[in-house]
């Protein structure tokens, strides 16, 4: 279910019912609580400490909601647990909200982008397709240089292929020669080269 950015919530008044609410029995309460607590940055560390023990998906994404809409860094270390998540739901949910705050996921990405779980680089280079080209262009280009998992290039060239500029084009060529015997991975640089030389052109 995709996360909710449109309409304000339900928000005002005394927070404190909303926030005892976070630990009623009944799901829709809690639901109802934590759109309540959209955009409210006090509530951060309850809301996060909610997420981590809310069983209910549909809960679990209007907390997300709540975080990405207060959009500070603390909101963007509540989430970003959640991308190690074996909940493939959650991980995309985590994704969503993440995307949605380029300005502060930024100081995190080169962390990120080196962790030891390959499956974190390969979600990393995801949350680059919302920075401005030139900054997605840059983090990536630096994963596609020292990057030896092919999967992890693979994902960091095809974000490249939508949003990279004309500085991707030497590190997308340097690694076309280091990954020659891995068959997909020049073929998918020869899309995202001939997409960013058509869009320079």
């Known amino acids: 279910m995709p996360l909710v950015r449109g309409s304000k919530s339900p928000a005002g008044g005394d927070p404190a019912?909303?926030?005892?609410?976070?630990?009623?029995?009944?799901?829709?309460?809690?639901?109802?609580?934590?759109?309540?607590?959209?955009?409210?940055?006090?509530?951060?560390?309850?809301?996060?400490?909610?997420?981590?023990?809310?069983?209910?998906?549909?809960?679990?994404?209007?907390?997300?909601?709540?975080?990405?809409?207060?959009?500070?860094?603390?909101?963007?270390?509540a989430i970003l647990p959640y991308l190690r998540s074996q909940d493939a739901g959650l991980r995309a949910a985590a994704i969503e909200a993440l995307q949605a705050l380029p300005e502060a996921v930024a100081p995190f990405m080169a962390a990120l982008l080196s962790d030891s779980d390959s499956?974190?680089?390969?979600?990393?280079?995801?949350?680059?397709?919302?920075?401005?080209?030139?900054?997605?262009?840059?983090?990536?280009?630096?994963?596609?240089?020292?990057?030896q998992h092919p999967n992890v290039c693979a994902a960091a060239i095809d974000v490249l292929t939508e949003v990279g500029t004309p500085q991707a084009l030497p590190a997308l060529e340097k690694c076309a020669a280091r990954f020659a015997g891995t068959p997909f991975l020049p073929f998918a640089i020869s899309v995202a080269i001939a997409r960013i030389s058509s869009a320079e052109g």
């Open 17 to 77: 019912p909303h926030r005892a609410a976070l630990d009623s029995p009944d799901a829709e309460s809690r639901w109802t609580a934590a759109r309540a607590l959209s955009g409210d940055a006090d509530a951060v560390p309850l809301l996060a400490a909610t997420l981590g023990r809310e069983p209910v998906p549909r809960v679990r994404e209007a907390i997300m909601t709540a975080l990405m809409r207060v959009g500070n860094a603390a909101s963007v270390e």
């Open 119 to 147: 499956d974190v680089r390969l979600l990393a280079t995801e949350l680059a397709r919302n920075m401005k080209a030139s900054e997605a262009t840059r983090l990536l280009c630096d994963v596609i240089a020292h990057e």
